[in-house]
């Protein structure tokens, strides 16, 4: 029994979140508009950069010829 109380005097993992973040509705609200703006940026990292992997020397900058511009002398 004596442990019971403890562990819910002490909190868990969601109590703590939920203190933190969820408690009042504008910082949930930018907690969660910062995940979405930062989770896109993180994703669309990944597959720029895979996207690159599975297509070298296909792309139009792999290209010597047409990636170059006449120089005019």
């Not at 703590?16 to 509705?25: C, E």
């Not at 992997?53 to 139009?60: P, S, T």
Request: net charge positive.
């Amino acid at each position: 029994m004596g442990s019971v109380t403890r562990r819910r005097s002490q909190g868990g993992l969601f109590e703590s979140l939920y203190r933190v973040i969820m408690r009042r509705n504008s910082v949930y609200v930018t907690f969660v508009i910062a995940g979405a703006f930062l989770g896109e940026r993180a994703v669309d990292y990944g597959v720029h950069r895979l996207w690159e992997y599975n297509n070298v020397g296909k792309r139009y900058e792999d290209i010597p010829v047409l990636g170059q511009r006449q120089s005019e002398e």
